[in-house]
């Protein structure tokens, strides 16, 4: 089927109208003419293959990785960087407009990444040995593994150390079959990185314990390995060392912090510091008693606490609550974190008929309509909101400006070059 693309959207999409009913195609640029294969058929649209670009767009450039198109990783490397900003922001006003009816005035110009490669310090690797050994990402819209052998958006290291673990398992090859998921991390302040193994629960210790042994000998660039299956809480090493002992040091606007093997980390650190350094400076000195949901490991509490006269975070992950606290005690940080479901937290603090003046939340992709409705009885009088996907973004933010807060500004950041991701921060006040 021949199609014209009118206009990209979230998630990575070319929407064409040509055929009378909604085409949804990857890989394209708007006003190209392709040639595609219809995949999958719902009632108001169909999902399509790109099979030939007919008549590609004076933008469209090489990509750099080899898997690119076949790998579900990477979403934009056909278009140039500087081009990925504005249409990225384009996405984000859009879905803001349609979804919030929040004016596209509001959005800032988006903040570019330091680095459009080499910027990922976090891989997470899917991993099969059926007719052969694949180590990759999965295919776009499947559970599909690509074998992935280079990664450009990766931190050289972290390809380095995917690298080498592939050579091990190789020699290895039995282990795959208690094998799940890979998933490697670097601090490029060490210069050094760790990775942590999911695997079923039945696997020969002995055996991974001997390759975890090699691959540290072989890779000087890697601290630890580690073990994580379902009976255990937290991954355990393999060569038995501490948790502090394998976690990664990163400096971060000022301070140090630990990160466990395990734990949710930002994948794009220099990117991140900016985002700090942002929240930083709109949100000024007196931040006052401060809220968090979802904190994570501390990463936006630890450089802020200094700026409140009292700050909570919560977290539902155990490992990360234990690790934000470390991190909070090792820097002589004043910053309480709970391990909790965040609706829970909320509910006690609001049966307590206690206040905040600043909640600051960076939820997962379903965003946070219930704890934003149950937060409300906290009465903040401001609210910054670190959101990863501007479809419940808009969603919240609808709620937040009907209950009557104003918002003040919405600031993209590009997190993730050469995706379809879109990381955002919007501001509310209380008039
Ligand atoms: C996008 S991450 C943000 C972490 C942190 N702000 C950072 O910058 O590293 C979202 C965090 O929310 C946690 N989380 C998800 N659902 C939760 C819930 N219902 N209650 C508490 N924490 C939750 C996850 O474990 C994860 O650490």
Redesign the pocket.
């Known amino acids: 089927m021949k199609l014209t693309v009118e206009k990209l959207i979230f998630g990575g999409w070319g929407v064409s109208r040509t055929t009378g009913k909604v085409v949804l195609v990857a890989g394209v640029l708007p006003g190209e003419v392709v040639e595609v294969e219809v995949q999958r058929e719902h009632r108001d649209y169909m999902v399509a293959t790109l099979k030939e670009v007919l008549s590609p767009s004076p933008k469209r450039i090489d990509p750099r990785c080899p898997h690119f198109g076949d790998c579900g990783g990477c979403d934009y490397q056909h278009i140039p960087y500087n081009l990925q900003l504005p249409l990225k922001e384009e996405i984000l006003k859009e879905e803001l407009k349609r979804i919030g009816q929040i004016p596209p005035e509001m959005v800032k110009p988006m903040i570019p990444s330091p680095q459009d490669y080499g910027w990922r310090i976090r891989l997470d690797l899917a991993i099969e040995a059926k007719e052969k050994l694949k180590i990759g990402f999965y295919r776009r819209g499947t559970r599909e593994i690509v074998d992935v052998e280079r990664c450009p958006v990766a931190h050289p290291l972290a390809e380095r150390i995917m690298e080498r673990f592939r050579l091990a398992l190789q020699r290895h090859l039995i282990l795959v079959a208690a094998v799940r998921r890979l998933e490697i991390t670097i601090s490029p302040d060490e210069n050094r990185g760790h990775m942590v193994i999911y695997c079923l629960v039945h696997h020969d210790k002995k055996h991974m314990r001997q390759m975890a042994e090699e691959l540290v000998l072989e890779c000087d660039e890697l601290k630890d390995v580690l073990i994580k299956h379902r009976a255990l809480v937290f991954p355990h090493s393999v060569l038995g060392k501490g948790r502090t002992q394998s976690a990664l040091e990163f400096s971060l606007n000022g301070i140090r912090i630990l990160s466990y093997p395990g734990v ?3 994948a794009n650190p220099q990117q991140n510091r900016r985002l700090i350094a942002y929240l930083k400076k709109k949100l000024g000195d007196d931040l006052g008693e401060v809220l968090e ?5 501390g ?2 509490s630890l450089p802020l606490a200094p700026q409140a006269s009292s700050w909570t975070g ?4 155990r490992l ?1 609550v234990k690790n934000a606290n470390y991190n909070a005690q090792k820097n002589g940080i004043k910053a309480r974190f709970v391990c ?4 829970r937290l909320l509910e006690s603090w609001q049966k307590e008929g206690r206040h905040c003046d600043l909640l600051l939340l ?3 992709r379903q965003g946070a309509l219930e704890e934003l409705k149950m937060a409300l009885s906290l009465n903040p009088s401001r609210i910054a909101y ?1 959101s ?1 996907n501007p479809s419940t973004l808009a969603r919240d933010l609808r709620f937040l400006i009907d209950q009557g807060y104003e918002l003040e500004e919405i600031t993209p950041f590009d997190f993730f070059p050469q995706t379809y991701h879109i990381e955002s921060v919007s501001l509310l006040r209380k008039p």
């Open positions: 949710f980390l930002q949901l979802f904190s994570g490991i990463n936006l919560v977290e539902r992950n990360s909790e479901e965040a609706l960076d939820p997962p670190v990863c």
